[in-house]
Structure formats: structure tokens, C-alpha cells
């Protein structure tokens, strides 16, 4: 039998068992050693209490002598006030000290009086006493009180409050003692632990170390092995499905012809190809004329030319007689895409029209949930016949009315505000079409080998020739009110100058909850900035009295949305105080500053995006970042990023690092993060990349990796155990 898929009742006895299948869902005794320490604590940390430092993280074994519950006085809620004493044996002289639990419910349960336990936090005082305010603890056993000598880590689990993690260490302790390590199998090949050459302990061992070092450098070599484990799997697991759908589901070929409409675009383009798109357009076309389905996400920074890139696929299939649909994922940015295809199109886009233009042409057809039924009817048959060769369209071309004449190529433009299930529908309606996935988020490579790890990655550098950078500052309100008069008075004179503006606000109106997407704690979002009333503030700003001011946030209707955006693009409003509802696609490239309110309340790739909405022109931009924190506030050094560089793949990995990685990848891939046991896309991302070379090296040599089978069944172990993830790639 599996030893990885005992029960563990017969180890740890009914009740032990119990409580880690019903709190922590670890049933088995493979699942109770993959459960791993989330750090340790060294001996060597430990402090007397006299001895303690202010304002310095520290670690004390001591026993409980009070706790009391308590309400708060200024808030919902409750405290536990614990005051305890230390028994080391190297003090003749214990001390005492006060911590505070704010709603502590696992100190409420576990930290009686008597208890001993171990506690880790940082220092501070309070009413001039020295304490702790929510320590990490962990309850120890009376006969770890006679163990100080012992001078191995201690691992510390993610635990509880009804399995703490002194109960987890020990039943894992009774694991590792009864597997039969002999009748283990390694799911890693020892020749690519030998490539890696970096020492890695074999697996048996590994589980050791993780669990119980000798030292902090076991412990984190053997993580560096599980990372590099699951980092093998997933690359195998993902670089197999890529292969399967490229060599099982045939693809029409579109070849480019000499004088069709990609021809007659190139030769009429006011402007010269960047040389990343030259690049990208190179690889995507040879793409488009093979037999296999193209499946690539196209990234790059903010206005580098994406759009372009696309439609010039768009355009070799239609040469090639088929149809191209762009879907884009607001009725806003479809509109502002059909516009400027047709813009850029000119004369190629006049199909069915009376012109005197004489060369190749295809019609352009836009298809919105909002357009009347006639509307919609007139663009479902110029789509069912074939007649549209280019369509540009939202979610409702996901609708079972929409037929197409024959779809040959799919561009989802930022693909993160569309379900896999919509990109599936598409899929299974029009078996082998080509499908280009655009963002324009900056993905560290890690991440999207991660993430989109079964489509290949084109990176498009480089802006396009007459892009302006935008000169970011960060106002430091703080500092005095002079500081946002000023940022008033420069947008007064951009507009004086025939320029326009953003103000960007965290809410809609004073009743909502700002959107937290940092890592910060912001203690309170009451007074966040919001568009209802910024809006009426700049109107009575003396600044501003010429001005046209209006507002634009996701509780207007469609048609609201649109027509404020088109009187913004059109130039009868001067400022448009907005949400995070411009962060994609807006295109006005006499939009010039951008004010962003409160900018604390957003991740640093959003600030990115919405920075990009200005300099889009000849003229040169700028962007404030005005503030109210006050020096020394944490979030400053993420702020400090955004007005230092315009690197967003720098900003990017930031974000990854500082915001965690669970939201960033959780919401791209379906919950698929949570199932990353040590795997860090940034952290690790040498071994991502390491893991992906060996895995095309082996499929090369043999695609059903006959070598490997213990890989092989840990790829198929996987896909079993997460269904739901696998699932999603499969539709990926």
C-alpha cells in the first residue's frame, strides 16, 4: 500500500485525527507531512524578560499567570489582556510581561493560567510598561519546560485555535517515525536535481529536514526541494497540455498574401513599426499559417503597441478569408477599439461602402449588449454571412445567437476580466481557432509561466516612436495645504493650455468601502477620497470656475458611461473625475495630468495602469500621487516605486512581493495559487524557468516521458487531487 495514503487513526488515536480532518482537512499521513512549517524559531532567539529590547522582534518561553476578556471601549470587539512570566534557566531574577490580544479567540481558549507557551512579536510600550500586542504563540508541553538545551529550530505550523501548533508538530513527529521511507518513490529525476546543481536533499531526506533541522540551512534546503518539486510538476503537467492540444486538434494555416489588406495597412501606417512589434507581429504571423491552434498571450507595458500587433493578425487571416473577432471586456473599450480600427483601417475597413478606394477592403462590425435589437440584428447576419471579416464585440459574442461564417482568430484583450468558462465557449463553438490573449498588466515571466504556463509568453518592449513618458510625483498632502493647491493650479494650467485631466478617487460616493488591493494595514477608509464629492469640490475651486467637470464610476448606466467618455474623448470636458473604471483602454491622448486621490488604496500595478491613461499624445505628462499619510507610513515606500520608475515589470514583481502572491495569482488562475505549497513565482522564478527547459528537453526526446514514471504518475496525482485547477487548464 500507498504509506503516503494511511489513515492517520491508528497513529494518533481517534481524536487527534479528527480534529486535523475537521479543521486543517489532513486526513492522510502524505497530506499531514506536506503540511509544512510556515517558519522556525532558534533557540538562539531566545530572551529573558528583563533582558527584553524596545521595538525589537523578540521570542520568550513563559507561563501564563492572568488573563482577563474585555470589551473595547471605542469599537466592537474584545480584548484578552495575558500577563505572564519566564522560568529560564539562565535568569535568577524572572520577569513579567503584558501582551494584548485584539479579538483573540485562540488566546482566550488556549492561554489559561499555568499554561506555558512560547511567544514571538515585536516590542512596544503602553502606559510605560514594556509588552506585546498579538505575539504569535505556541503552547508547549510541561516537559518541554526541562528541554531549553536543545538547540534544534522549532517549527511553528499554520495553526488553529482548535489544533494549535504543538498538537500538528507532534502528530507529524508520530508520521515521520512509522512511513516505511523505504517503499518511497522520488517523483523528482535525480538528473534534474543534478542540473540544478545546487546540492538539493533527496526526498526522504528533505521530509526530515523540513520538519525537524538540525539547523535553519536544512530546513531551507529542503524547501528549495519542494519548491523545485512543484515547479517540476506543474511545468510538466502544463508542458504536456500544450503539446496534446497543439498535436490532436488541427488549425486552419492563413497564409499572408502579397497585396491584401495586412499589405496595404503596413504601407499606409503614418509611422514605423516598433522593433518589438516588428518582433511580435513575425512570431504570431508564422503562427497563424501552421496547421496547429495558435494559443499566446501577448504582454507589454502601457501604449506599446499591442492593439497594432493584433490587428495586423486580424488582418492576414481575413486576407486569408476568414473572420477575426476582438473581445474587449467593457462596452467602453469596445466602442474605443472599433473607432480606432476603423481609424487605422481608413479605407481598408469601407467593404459595402460607396468609395472610390479600389483595393482589397473588409467591413468592421461592432456587437454590444446595449445596442438596440435592430442593431444587434444587422451585426449578427453581416457576422453569420461572413460579410464582417473584423468584429469587434463584449461578452455578448459569447451569446448561442452569435454564429459565425468561419471564426479563424480570437484576440481577449486584458484577459483578466474574462472567466476561462467564456474562452472555453468560444473554443468548443469553433474547434481549432486561433486565439490571442493580450494584457497590458505587466506579468513578471515567473508569473505568467505559472499562470499561463500552457499559453506561449510574446513580451512586446519598447513604446511606440512619439510616446511621452509620464513624470510621477508624490504629493505629500501632509506636508501642507499649499501642496494640493499647487497640483490644482498645474491642472488649471494644462487646461488653460487646451490640455484635459484626470482625478482618480478610491469610492464612488462617502457611504462606500474603499477597494484595499495593497498589503497595508489602512486602519480606516472613511475618509478616502470619493467622485461624488471631489466633483462638487472642483467645481467651486476658483482654479477651476472655466472648467467643464464631470464624473464617470461603474454605477452609471452603459449608455450614461458612454456617452461622458465620448464627451471626454471629444473634448467637452476638461476634467473627468473618475474610479478605477478608466484603468484599461481609455485612450485620450490629450489627456495630459493625472491627479490620483488616496493613491494608498491601490496596488501598485493598478497605479501603473492608470497612469498609462495620460501621455498617450505628443505632449509631456504627468501623474501626482497625492497623499494624506504621514511620514514614515509603510505604504510611502510602495508609493516611492510608482514615482521612481516606469518599469512595469519592475512595479509588477513589487506588487507580486509586497501584496502577496495568493490574490495576484488566485484571481488570474481559478484558486490554482492556494494549491502552491512553497512554490513562489518571484522567489523562485530561476527554478520555474530551470524546471520548463528540462521538461521541453524530455518531451523532446520523448513525449510520453517513458523514462520519467515517477513523474509522470505525481503530474497524474495532481490533476486528480485538484480537480477544480486541472479543470481550469485543461480549458485554458
Known amino acids: 500500500m500507498d504509506p503516503f495514503n494511511q ?46 529590547p524596545l521595538g525589537e522582534q523578540v521570542t520568550v518561553i513563559a507561563r501564563v499567570l492572568t488573563a482577563r476578556k474585555r470589551p473595547m471601549r471605542a469599537r466592537k470587539g474584545f480584548l484578552v489582556d495575558v500577563t505572564v512570566t519566564d522560568e529560564a534557566a539562565d535568569t535568577a531574577l524572572p520577569g513579567t510581561l503584558s501582551m494584548a490580544f485584539f479579538n483573540g479567540w485562540a488566546a482566550k ?19 510605560g510598561q514594556l509588552t506585546l500586542t498579538n505575539p504569535d504563540f505556541t503552547v508547549l508541553p510541561e516537559e518541554h519546560e526541562h528541554s531549553h538545551t536543545d538547540l534544534a529550530p522549532i517549527p511553528v505550523y499554520p495553526a488553529k485555535s482548535n489544533v494549535p501548533s504543538w498538537t500538528i508538530r507532534s502528530a507529524i513527529e508520530l508520521v515521520l517515525d512509522a512511513i516505511n521511507w523505504a517503499a518511497i518513490s522520488d517523483p523528482v529525476p535525480q538528473d534534474f536535481l543534478t542540473d540544478l546543481n545546487q546540492n538539493l536533499p533527496a526526498l526522504t531526506v528533505a521530509y526530515q529536514h523540513i520538519h525537524r533541522p538540525d539547523n535553519l540551512s536544512q530546513a531551507a534546503a529542503a524547501r528549495r526541494r519542494f519548491a523545485a518539486q512543484e515547479a517540476l510538476i506543474l511545468q510538466t503537467l502544463l508542458a504536456r497540455r ?21 499589405a496595404h495597412l503596413d504601407a499606409q501606417l503614418p509611422f514605423e513599426l516598433t522593433a518589438g512589434q516588428q518582433e511580435a507581429g513575425a512570431e504570431i504571423a508564422a503562427e497563424l499559417h501552421s496547421e496547429h491552434p495558435m494559443s499566446r498571450l501577448l504582454q507589454g507595458e502601457v501604449g506599446s503597441g499591442k492593439t497594432l500587433v493584433a490587428l495586423r493578425a486580424m488582418a492576414q487571416v481575413v486576407d486569408a478569408g476568414a473572420q477575426a473577432v476582438l473581445v474587449a471586456p467593457t462596452e467602453v473599450l469596445a466602442g474605443q477599439h472599433y473607432r480606432s480600427i476603423t481609424n487605422t483601417l481608413g479605407p481598408l475597413a469601407t467593404a459595402g461602402q460607396l468609395t472610390s478606394w479600389q ?79 493580450m494584457t497590458a498588466t505587466p506579468i513578471p515571466r515567473s508569473v505568467a509561466m505559472t499562470v499561463f504556463g500552457d499559453l506561449d509568453v510574446t513580451v512586446l518592449s ?38 484635459q485631466a484626470f482625478v482618480v478617487c478610491p469610492k464612488i460616493d462617502p457611504s462606500d468601502t474603499a477597494s ?41 448606466d452603459q449608455q450614461t458611461q458612454d456617452e461622458i467618455m465620448g464627451e471626454f ?63 514614515h507610513h509603510p505604504s510611502l515606500d510602495r508609493l516611492a516605486i510608482i514615482e521612481s520608475t516606469e518599469d512595469g515589470f519592475e512595479i509588477a514583481k513589487a506588487d507580486v512581493q509586497q501584496r502577496g502572491e495568493g490574490d495576484v495569482l488566485g484571481a488570474a488562475q481559478h484558486g490554482y495559487a492556494s494549491q502552491l505549497k512553497v512554490l513562489r513565482v518571484i522567489q523562485h522564478a530561476e527554478l520555474i524557468n530551470d524546471a520548463a527547459n528540462w521538461v521541453n528537453q ?12 515517477q513523474l509522470v504518475a505525481a503530474v497524474e496525482a495532481w490533476e486528480s487531487a485538484h480537480e477544480e485547477s486541472s479543470d481550469y487548464l485543461e480549458k485554458n
Not at 493560567?113 to 502606559?127: C, D, E, N, Q, V
Not at 500544450?242 to 495586412?262: C, E, Q
Not at 468584429?391 to 480570437?410: E, K, Q
Not at 488616496?598 to 505628462?621: I, K, N, W
Request: aromatic share 6%.
Open 7 to 52: 489513515p492517520l487513526a491508528p497513529l494518533l488515536g481517534n481524536k487527534t485525527a479528527e480534529h486535523l480532518a475537521k479543521h486543517l482537512g489532513i486526513t492522510t499521513t502524505g497530506q499531514a507531512l506536506n503540511y509544512f512549517p510556515r517558519r522556525y524559531i532558534e533557540r538562539g532567539e531566545l530572551t529573558p524578560i528583563v533582558q527584553l
Open 109 to 127: 481558549d488556549q492561554l489559561t493560567p499555568g499554561t506555558l507557551a512560547m511567544f514571538h512579536g515585536k516590542t512596544s510600550t503602553y502606559r
Open 242 to 262: 500544450r503539446l496534446r492540444h497543439r498535436t490532436t486538434i488541427p488549425a486552419t494555416a492563413y497564409l499572408p498574401v502579397d497585396n491584401g489588406i495586412l
Open 359 to 437: 483595393g482589397p477592403s473588409t467591413e468592421v462590425v461592432l456587437l454590444t449588449g446595449s445596442m438596440s435589437t435592430g442593431q444587434k440584428q444587422q451585426a449578427l447576419l453581416k457576422i453569420t454571412t461572413g460579410q464582417a471579416g473584423i468584429v469587434i464585440a463584449t461578452h455578448a459574442i459569447f451569446s448561442d445567437n452569435v454564429h459565425f461564417a468561419d471564426l479563424g482568430l480570437v484576440v481577449i484583450d486584458e484577459q483578466h476580466r474574462f472567466g476561462v468558462d467564456q474562452r472555453e465557449a468560444l473554443r468548443q463553438a469553433n474547434p481549432g481557432v486561433h486565439m490571442l490573449v
Open 462 to 499: 519598447g513604446l511606440p516612436s512619439g510616446r511621452k513618458p509620464v513624470t510621477t510625483y508624490l504629493a505629500r498632502m501632509a506636508h501642507g495645504p499649499r501642496i494640493i493647491q499647487r497640483v490644482w493650479e498645474i491642472i488649471a494650467e494644462e487646461i488653460a493650455a487646451g490640455r
Open 516 to 556: 484595499h488591493d495593497d498589503a497595508d494595514d489602512l486602519s480606516s477608509d472613511a475618509h478616502a477620497a470619493n467622485v461624488v464629492e471631489i466633483t462638487e469640490t472642483l467645481r467651486n475651486i476658483p482654479v477651476f470656475a472655466s472648467a467643464t467637470i464631470d464624473s464617470l464610476h461603474g454605477r452609471q
Open 569 to 631: 474623448v471629444a473634448r467637452q470636458i476638461d476634467i473627468l473625475v473618475a474610479t478605477t473604471i478608466i484603468e484599461v483602454g481609455v485612450d485620450v491622448p490629450n489627456a495630459t495630468v493625472m491627479a490620483i486621490l488616496d493613491p494608498e488604496y491601490f496596488g501598485l500595478s493598478t497605479l501603473h495602469q492608470l497612469r498609462g491613461r495620460v501621455g498617450r499624445g505628443e505632449a509631456a505628462a504627468r501623474c501626482f500621487l497625492a497623499t494624506r499619510l504621514p511620514d
Open 698 to 709: 524530455a518531451l523532446n526526446i520523448d513525449e510520453k516521458l517513458s523514462a520519467y514514471p
